[in-house]
C-alpha cells in the first residue's frame, strides 16, 4: 500500500506530537535552544558519517537491478539475495523490476556485495562442471551406480546434462574432492 501525497501528514503535524528538542519540532519551525541542539546534533553526526565514508544517500539503482538480474542467471533469486544481504524482500523485488530507480548507498553496496554463492540450494545451476567432475570419476574406475549411492540418490545416477539442483551440483564437488583431491 503506497501512501499518496493527500495521506502524508505534515511535518507540523507530526512535530506537534513532540517534546521540544527534537529535531521533527526544529522541522517544523521552533528555534528554541532545545530544539536547535538537537538539529545541530543530527547534522554534526550525518557530517561525521559523511567524512568516514558513510554516507548513506539516494544513489542510482541501475548497477544493483544488473547486477541482481546477473545473479538471477547464476542461480541466486532475488529472495535468496535479499536474505543474504539483509535487505527487505519487497526492496529487492521493486529494485529488479525497475520499479524503484533509486536506493540508499548502504543498501546499495551490500546488495553489490552478493555474490553466486548465496544461491538456495533449491536453485538451479549449469551442470557443465557437475559433469566434468562425475566423468573424471568414471576414469578413475568408478560406476556411475557407485555415485549415485554416494550421493545418496538411489542405484542410478540420473542427472540432467542441461541443469542442476545446486544442491546436487555441491553434492558432486564434495565427492570428487573426497576421492580425487
Sequence with gaps: MSATIESLRSIQELAARRQHGDRLQYM???RCLKCRMANSNYETARARARKVGDWNGLVDATPVRQH???LSRAGVGYKAAADAASVARSVVAKIRSGEKT???ARTAKQLLAITPAARADHS???ATRTWLLIRQLLE???TKARIARELGIGRALQISKTRVLARTALSVEKLWRKYMQ
Aim: proline fraction near 0%.
Design 124 to 126: 538451479y545451476v549449469s
Design 140 to 142: 578413475q574406475d568408478f
Design 68 to 70: 541482481l538480474l546477473k
Design 102 to 104: 533509486q536506493v540508499r
Design 28 to 30: 517544523a519551525g521552533c
